[in-house]
T-cell receptor, first 112, second 114 residues
Framework: KQEVTQIPAALSVPEGENLVLNCSFT??????LQWFRQDPGKGLTSLLL?????REQTSGRLNASLDKSSGRSTLYIAASQPGDSATYLC???????????FGGGTRLMVKP | DVKVTQSSRYLVKRTGEKVFLECVQD?????MFWYRQDPGLGLRLIYF???????EKGDIPEGYSVSREKKERFSLILESASTNQTSMYLC?????????????FGPGTRLTVT
């Protein structure tokens, strides 16, 4: 059964810092990996989706990489801002079906 | 833009009541999903549907049922609400086939059962 782990569970950084969030998964037979952002009490907003054949995806200050063979993905946030404060979730879709398996999330706080 | 809407943001129900949570998407997605999210347990899949009138159990289907009579609408039903079903409920949808399978989420319904 696929298991997804995100480390660290919480992170606090000063504004302007570049940071990396980590996601690992146990079964490398994935179809894609998706990074989401969730603000307190709200739904999930899709940030980036990486297909299994891709190595990375970029959107603005965000860059997500995927190393399928080692079961790892990272989300890089450049020049962090207080508005980036949120919980970041990664989720993998295994080849077997349509379902996503989610990690526990990293709660990010960017201090002004 | 894809839009997934949920019928209520906040809902308070009594133990034993029958509860309906509605989800509507406007992008003609084949797949629709219901999750619940709890502190320390993360997001867990309750049910999903890959076509009208089709459904599959997720990880935690006990105490829930679903209905998909139209492609754009997916309902989650709590037959007899219990306090352990107090949670945040999130609906999502996605394409199937050869498309990207990116899942889009609604704003969530915070359900409290007293």
């Amino acid at each position: 059964k696929q298991e997804v782990t995100q480390i660290p569970a919480a992170l606090s950084v000063p504004e302007g810092e570049n940071l990396v969030l980590n996601c690992s998964f146990t079964d490398s037979a994935i179809y894609n990996l998706q990074w989401f952002r969730q603000d307190p009490g709200k739904g999930l907003t899709s940030l980036l989706l990486i297909q299994s054949s891709q190595r990375e995806q970029t959107s603005g200050r965000l860059n997500a990489s995927l190393d399928k063979s080692s079961g790892r993905s990272t989300l890089y946030i450049a020049a962090s801002q207080p508005g980036d404060s949120a919980t970041y979730l990664c989720a993998v879709r295994s080849n077997a079906g349509n379902m996503l398996t989610f990690g526990g999330g990293t709660r990010l706080m960017v201090k002004p | 833009d894809v839009k997934v809407t949920q019928s209520s943001r906040y809902l308070v129900k009594r133990t034993g009541e029958k509860v309906f949570l509605e989800c509507v998407q406007d992008m003609d997605h084949e797949n629709m999903f219901w999750y619940r999210q709890d502190p320390g347990l993360g997001l867990r899949l309750i049910y999903f549907s890959y076509d009208v009138k089709m459904k599959e159990k997720g990880d935690i289907p006990e105490g829930y049922s679903v209905s998909r009579e139209k492609k754009e609408r997916f309902s989650l039903i709590l037959e007899s609400a219990s306090t352990n079903q107090t949670s945040m409920y999130l609906c999502a949808s996605s394409f199937t086939g050869t498309r990207s399978y990116e899942q889009y989420f609604g704003p969530g319904t915070r359900l409290t059962v007293t």
